[in-house]
């Protein structure tokens, strides 16, 4: 088993239109939880993380933690075509050592 | 740009080549990484350095062998390498002492014939 399962996708949504990216993960160390966004060609680049369980916002994505259920997701709100691109979730239990889901392929179609 | 560069942006090596990766961070990190990303399949970690330390080696073949001279400066030296090893690699730093986030650089893709 994967320590972070993350579906592949690819997700296809219009423009304008609330997408929703999920990862699962086992272990129970984790600590931060982090969402990072690949374009094609370049290196990933953070979106934003929380620390333990809960939500937290930044224009219009939002990151939500339940440790409980050891559920991570990213929330995009009015989606742009320049959101398409491989979302990738990460956790660290603290050590500063990021492990990855595979990735979700999202195009934007406007 | 990120603060990481990396070179080169492509690489064709043959099984029997020597080669090296190179990796500058421009960030004042005292951490810095290695990831091999394959089609397909999540971003592993390959090595971790800590103040120039190594502090992290995830079972990587002895065929990868990493060189850190210091902490904005790090290598991955390639030889006899397989066709599977064909993938991206990409370097990140990270400051420990102040948050979680690592810092990538564009990536090295590298073909093995």
């Known amino acids: 088993q994967k320590e972070v399962e993350q579906d592949p996708g690819p997700l296809s949504v219009p423009e304008g239109a609330i997408v929703s990216l999920n990862c699962t993960y086992s272990?129970?160390?984790?600590?931060?939880f982090m969402w990072y966004r690949q374009y094609s060609r370049k290196g990933p680049e953070l979106l934003m993380y929380?620390?333990?369980?809960g939500n937290k916002e930044d224009g219009r994505f939002t990151a939500q933690v339940d440790k409980s259920s050891k559920y991570i997701s990213l929330f995009i709100r009015d989606s742009q075509p320049s959101d398409s691109a491989t979302y990738l979730c990460?956790?660290?239990?603290?050590?500063?050592?990021?492990?990855f889901g595979s990735g979700t392929r999202l195009q934007v179609q406007p | 740009e990120t603060g990481v560069t990396q070179t080169p942006r492509h690489l064709v090596m043959g099984m029997t080549n020597k080669k090296s990766l190179k990796c500058e961070q421009h960030?004042?990190?005292?951490?810095m990484y290695w990831y091999k990303q394959s089609a397909k399949k999540p971003l592993e970690l390959m090595f971790v350095?800590?103040?120039?330390?190594?502090?992290e080696n995830n079972s990587v073949p002895s065929r990868f062998s990493p060189e850190c001279p210091n902490s904005s400066h790090l290598f991955l030296h390639l030889h006899t390498l397989q066709p599977e090893d064909s993938a991206l690699y990409l370097c990140?730093?990270?400051?420990?002492?102040?948050?979680?986030?690592?810092?990538f650089g564009q990536g090295t893709r590298l073909t093995v014939v």
């Open positions: 990140a730093s990270s400051d420990t002492r102040a948050s979680p986030e690592a810092f």
């Open positions: 272990n129970s160390a984790f600590q931060y």
């Open positions: 929380t620390y333990s369980s």
């Open positions: 990460a956790t660290d239990t603290g050590r500063r050592a990021l492990t």
């Open positions: 960030l004042g990190h005292n951490a």
């Open positions: 350095y800590n103040f120039k330390e190594q502090t």
